[in-house]
T-cell receptor, first 114, second 114 residues
Framework: AQSVTQLDSQVPVFEEAPVELRCNYS??????LFWYVQYPNQGLQLLLKYLSGSTLVKGINGFEAEFNKSQTSFHLRKPSVHISDTAEYFCAVSDQTGANNLFFGTGTRLTVIP | GAGVSQSPRYKVAKRGQDVALRCDPI?????LFWYQQALGQGPEFLTYFQNEAQLDKSGLPSDRFFAERPEGSVSTLKIQRTQKEDSAVYLC????????????FGSGTRLTVV
């Protein structure tokens, strides 16, 4: 089975500052990796995904993430945040062997301070 | 439809009452998932359908939980004899044939058992 650890439950950051949200995973098999964002009272929206190939993945809203197999990490970054980025961010993993369900971390609450 | 639609958005049930939560996936999506998201937690997998076939129900927490998708489109998650610990947001997601490319989530149903 897989598991995901999001090391920071809350991250406050000033507007226009850079941010990194950390994600580490555990799996005995090769995985696909995802970041989702959840705005209040809404469902989850896919930010980006790593399936294969280049370890640097670019997503929507200026976010990017880097897959590091040796460190089993998939940290999310943005060079300059906006107020509208305030939301809950979830890292998720699924295996490549055919099982279809995602395993989610507990989430990181990003608060952008004006 | 344009997105995954869930109804009702909010449901308050008295302990012991039966509830039914509905999910309308994106038209043509063969895969459908149910997740349970407790307050302050990441979503946890409940069950998975491919068309009308329920291929994985390993995440259903007890035999009080039942899901169906009889015609391979709309799905219903039923919870019998609700308990307070069933209070959560229930998320539905659907996907095309290539599931691990990330799926589309609905806005969820917030169930409160009193």
């Amino acid at each position: 089975a897989q598991s995901v650890t999001q090391l920071d439950s809350q991250v406050p950051v000033f507007e226009e500052a850079p941010v990194e949200l950390r994600c580490n995973y555990s799996s005995s098999v090769s995985v696909y990796l995802f970041w989702y964002v959840q705005y209040p009272n809404q469902g989850l929206q896919l930010l980006l995904k790593y399936l294969s190939g280049s370890t640097l993945v670019k997503g929507i809203n200026g976010f990017e993430a880097e897959f590091n197999k040796s460190q089993t990490s998939f940290h999310l970054r943005k060079p300059s945040v906006h107020i509208s980025d305030t939301a809950e961010y979830f890292c998720a993993v699924s295996d490549q062997t055919g099982a279809n369900n995602l395993f989610f971390g507990t989430g990181t609450r990003l608060t952008v301070i004006p | 439809g344009a997105g995954v639609s869930q109804s009702p958005r909010y449901k308050v049930a008295k302990r012991g009452q039966d509830v039914a939560l509905r999910c309308d996936p994106i038209s043509g999506h063969v895969s459908l998932f149910w997740y349970q998201q407790a307050l302050g937690q990441g979503p946890e997998f409940l069950t998975y359908f491919q068309n009308e076939a329920q291929l994985d129900k390993s995440g259903l927490p007890s035999d009080r939980f039942f899901a169906e998708r009889p015609e391979g489109s709309v799905s219903t998650l039923k919870i019998q004899r609700t308990q307070k610990e069933d209070s959560a947001v229930y998320l539905c997601a659907s996907s095309g044939r290539v599931v691990n490319y990330g799926y589309t989530f609905g806005s969820g149903t917030r169930l409160t058992v009193v």
